[in-house]
């Protein structure tokens, strides 16, 4: 979803907002959520540009599949900043790849990573 950098101060309570209006000066956020999450996961943007009127977004993310004592399953929040965008149409994907890994201290040594989530939404600044 994207929505105005001033519906909230955190990720999370822009997140939960009704947004607002979004107009060419408005500072934007596209925020992303992802399934669940253990605590030793890794998840990072791999890559966030803009060419023109597309956004495209990578996410990177790393599930460890081993033991875990004390773990904490969550559901990751992710934020881009956009920034104002000019009045126009404008189309952003967000492709999430995922890796698994088996040993803590080198989650970079995993799976090749396949395609989890894959998404596609328009939007239209006046």
């Not at 996410?59 to 904490?72: F, M, T």
């Not at 881009?80 to 965008?85: H, M, R, T, W």
Request: aromatic share 4%.
């Amino acid at each position: 979803m994207i929505v105005p950098k001033a519906a909230g101060k955190t990720p999370l309570e822009r997140y939960r907002a009704s947004g607002g209006p979004m107009g060419p000066k408005t500072p934007l956020v596209a925020l992303v959520r992802l399934d669940h999450a253990n605590s030793a996961d890794v998840i990072a943007v791999a890559e966030a540009r803009r060419d023109g009127t597309t956004l495209a977004i990578a996410i990177d993310n790393r599930v460890y599949d081993g033991p875990v004592s004390a773990n904490v399953v969550t559901e990751p929040l992710v934020e881009i900043e956009l920034g104002p965008l000019a009045p126009g149409t404008y189309t952003m994907t967000v492709e999430e790849r995922v890796s698994h890994f088996t040993r803590l201290d080198q989650p970079r040594n995993g799976t090749t990573p396949v395609p989890r989530l894959s998404s596609k939404i328009s939007l239209t600044i006046q």
